[in-house]
């Protein structure tokens, strides 16, 4: 049977990795319990500043503590990362001051809390503002490698995790196949490509499943890199299938498919079909109620697919 | 409107009932913060709230604004008590397509005035109910209850100077000091110091009582509505305990936001009179 866990998961697993490092420092905002942070201030305390709940003081004592050669990583929701997002722009984006920022529970899949906590916006904002790289991994192995890929980096980053269980993808991966920037294949296809990230890759992978029984054979791409994005892997695609989706629990405005269309107008060209939340807010729901009411599961993505197809 | 506090205790036990019902139903939400601000909010609607449950639009009624929306169990509570809404809407808490939506949500819920769910933000929101209601010449009062963890953000100490700069009278706040917020107890999370002194400072009318003792809790509300302290904002400082009525879950971090399982339900329906050990 697949093994599920949350990406959030292999944050707070990252954070203990890199606890050899001195000048890894970790900083929260009275959510450690649910970014996973907890672990780290369990095992490092001395090491975890504490800032309350104040996301806007949380992002720049990141930045004065990056300035000072330390490795801050930062984390609250997804949504309230938002409240800080003047800080992380003219604070930490603009000095390009290496702080990275964590986003959990990303997404109408968080569930029940309601709209007030289904950031929705989240790597549309945060992918506006010059040096931060974005990152939406979709299962716990691969959000563990990529976290700890940040503390190598000289740039300020932003990664969403979620906060519910999705199939793990990358057991027994080679961690060297897990870069930054990279997207990667899942399955090879050649009619059309379903490019997605987060939770939705699983979903996409459901959807290539259901395309098969139809005669149609999609790639899957896992990009858990927004930005920078991996041009040359969208132009494969383009060659290669000549139609493309694009899946992710955001609004359909400003993220994933957003960055893949900005490629495509500059570059070769294929129809486009988006499936991500259709600009309104989340509401209660179970995570995969969510999926369905927003439009964003697997039969969604599949119906996508068809019809970018047909756009050929 | 006037009660006796036998009467208002009565209140507040069945409502207490229903909070525990609903995150028990729901097998997820926020029963301590409810538990700790149900006796404040349980008087505050009974006796002093001017509200028409059957037009919960009407312009001049009093605004109340559960800025820590977390705690949305306890409002829905005192909401069906009201009859705002019914006690078959509390099933819909944190079910797809439910007016009792996670947080306080007033697209979602009669009789709910502010959605919540970011902390910090519920005292600038009244801060401008209470602005309007100057404009418009209206005794409508805004009513805001925030939390002792929310208290740490920044933005409630921006609304905090600019009420008292502005005289709003009319802007009354109570806070929920339970001592507890999400990750652990405040004193380990961020120290906050002298509380009463922090208020004070900022031009505040301060009065501090024990958030369950109900003598108290209408003293505290007199104290909110009386005249001579209409010259300016007042909050009340109210002492509670973290999930209190449920013996388990008082003063128990881990109870912010988990739900009770079916034992403990059992349980707690025993400790609240409602069943037979
Ligand atoms: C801006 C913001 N940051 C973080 C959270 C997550 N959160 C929800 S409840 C909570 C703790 C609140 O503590 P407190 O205000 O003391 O409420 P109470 O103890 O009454 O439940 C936190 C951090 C939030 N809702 N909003
Ligand atoms: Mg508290």
């Known amino acids: 049977m697949t093994r599920m866990a949350a990406t959030r998961d292999g944050y707070g697993q990252a954070l203990l990795d890199l606890a050899d490092n001195p000048k890894v420092v970790v900083l929260e905002a009275d959510l450690g319990k649910s970014t996973k942070s907890l672990h780290f201030r369990k095992a490092h305390p001395e090491r975890t500043v504490s800032c309350g709940i104040g996301e806007q003081n949380m992002l720049l004592v990141g930045a004065g503590m990056a300035a000072s050669g330390y490795i801050p990583f930062a984390s609250t929701f997804a949504i309230f990362t938002e409240r800080a997002f003047e800080q992380m722009r003219n604070g930490v984006a603009r000095p390009n001051l290496a702080v990275h920022l964590c986003g959990s529970h990303g997404g109408t899949h968080t569930g029940t809390d309601g709209s007030s906590a289904q950031s929705i916006e989240d790597l549309a904002v945060f992918r506006t503002l010059p040096n931060v790289t974005v990152l939406h991994p979709c299962d716990d192995v691969s959000t563990r490698i990529l976290t700890a890929r940040l503390a190598e980096t000289n740039s300020p980053s932003y990664m969403r995790t979620a906060r519910n269980k999705t199939p793990v993808l990358y057991d027994d991966v080679d961690p060297e196949s897990i870069q930054i920037g990279k997207g990667i294949e899942l399955k090879d296809g050649n009619d059309v490509a379903i490019i997605a990230c987060g939770v939705l890759v699983s979903e996409s992978l459901k959807a290539a499943e259901m395309l098969i029984e139809e005669g149609i054979n999609a790639s899957v791409i896992d990009m858990h890199t927004l930005k920078p994005l991996d041009g040359a892997l969208v132009d494969q695609m383009v060659e290669r299938c000549g139609a493309l989706v694009t899946a992710e629990d955001h609004n359909v405005i400003g993220g994933l498919g957003s960055a893949v269309a900005e490629h495509l107008v500059a570059n070769a060209f294929a129809p486009l079909e988006m499936v991500g939340v259709p600009d309104r807010f989340g509401e209660s729901g179970q995570a995969d109620e969510m999926l369905d009411v927003m439009k964003l599961s697997a039969k969604y993505i599949a119906e996508a697919a068809k019809k970018a197809i047909s756009r050929k | ?277």
């Open chain 2, 1 to 277: 409107m006037s009660k006796s506090i036998s009467e208002l205790e009565e209140i507040a036990r069945k409502c207490r009932v229903e909070i525990v019902k609903m995150v028990h139903r729901a097998q997820a939400g926020h029963p301590g913060g409810s538990l700790s601000e149900i006796d404040l909010i349980s008087a505050l609607y009974a006796t002093r709230m001017r509200v028409r449950p059957d037009q919960p639009d009407w312009e001049d009624r009093d605004r109340f604004i559960l800025s820590k929306g977390h705690a949305s169990p306890g409002m829905y509570a005192i909401l069906a008590e009201m009859g705002f809404i019914s006690h078959e809407d509390l099933k819909s808490y944190r079910v797809l397509g439910g007016v009792c939506q996670g947080h306080v949500d007033m697209k979602w819920c009669p009789g709910v005035d502010f959605s919540a769910g970011s902390l910090g933000m519920g005292l600038s929101f009244g801060m401008g109910c209470a602005t309007a209601a100057r404009l418009d010449a209206s005794e409508r009062r805004a009513f805001v209850m925030i939390g002792d963890g929310e208290m740490q953000e920044g933005s409630v100490w921006e609304a905090a100077m600019a009420a008292a700069h502005h005289e709003l009278g009319n802007l009354k706040v109570i806070l929920d000091r339970n001592r507890i917020q999400n990750d652990d107890f405040c004193e380990e999370q961020m120290r906050m110091f002298d509380i009463p002194a922090k208020w004070k400072a900022f031009g505040w009318n301060v009065k501090e009582i024990d958030g369950h003792d109900m003598t108290q809790v209408m003293e505290g509300l007199d104290f909110l509505e009386a005249p001579e302290n209409c010259n300016g904002p007042s909050i009340l400082i109210a002492h509670t305990i973290k999930g209190a009525g449920i013996s388990y879950m008082e003063n128990n971090p881990s109870f912010h936001g988990a739900a009770p399982n079916d034992e403990q339900f059992h349980q707690a329906m025993v400790e609240l009179g409602e069943v037979e050990a």
